[in-house]
């Protein structure tokens, strides 16, 4: 079981290009999270998605695109990378039962140049 | 005013003392609340969660919840240096169906040798 995973650990981006960041989760839970966490601030809900195929946008979505094909997997794509999206990007998952909280993975950091 | 808010620090404690923590939330009717620790360059794990009015022990830590005051603490009691880490306070607004939280910025603890 090895809970919350993400790929790549730290990419570094030239302005202008894209990527895409990958998580997955083996809990077999249906809603997942992606964040991000800039020095000194909390965690900002980039975006979200309750189940295979249903995704919805969080607080800071612009600049960001995501799919949920399967229940594991939650991909985080960035087009046109800037240097505001330079982050600390986490993803987490968790049941759907309302007292559950969330999980989170190890992280990946971006640096955008 | 922001949803969620938390001092943030740096709280400085001496070894074997008991830090507080304390967090503050705009949305009365929030139903469940959270304590993540996260040390620096590494995930959030979750420590304690809390429902209800009152308090709940796990091991060293005390979770307190006052739903009146719209406030819930974290109390650490015989710190070590290894407790030394940000402690973000999280909460669920109430509605929807998705488990999305809301998080504080974090309070710095460091426990002095």
């Known amino acids: 079981n090895a809970g919350v995973t993400q790929t790549p650990k730290f990419r570094i981006l030239k302005i202008g290009q894209s990527m895409t960041l990958q998580c997955a989760q083996d809990?077999?839970?249906?809603?997942m999270y992606w964040y991000r966490q800039d020095p000194g601030m909390g965690l900002k809900l980039i975006y979200y998605s309750v189940g295979a195929g249903i995704t919805d946008k969080g607080e800071v979505p612009n600049g960001y695109n995501v799919s949920r094909s399967t229940t594991e997997d939650f991909p985080l794509r960035l087009e046109l990378a800037a240097p505001s999206q330079t982050s600390v990007y986490f993803c987490a998952s968790s049941y759907s039962n309302s007292r559950e909280t969330q999980y989170f993975g190890p992280g990946t950091r971006l640096l955008v140049l | 005013q922001k949803e969620v808010e938390q001092n943030s620090g740096p709280l400085s404690v001496p070894e074997g003392a008991i830090a507080s923590l304390n967090c503050t939330y705009s949305?009365?009717?929030?139903?469940?609340f959270f304590w993540y620790r996260q040390y620096s360059g590494k995930s959030p794990e979750l420590i304690m969660s809390i429902y209800s009015n009152g308090d709940k022990e796990d091991g060293r830590f005390t979770a307190q919840l006052n739903k009146a005051s719209q406030y819930v603490s974290l109390l650490i009691r015989d710190s070590q240096p290894s407790d030394s880490a940000t402690y973000l306070c999280?909460?669920?607004?109430?509605?929807?169906?998705?488990?999305?939280?809301?998080f504080g910025t974090g309070t710095l603890l460091a426990v002095q040798p």
């Open positions: 999280a909460v669920k607004p109430p509605g929807g169906a998705t488990n999305k939280l809301i």
């Open positions: 949305d009365r009717v929030s139903q469940s």
């Open positions: 809990m077999n839970h249906n809603y």
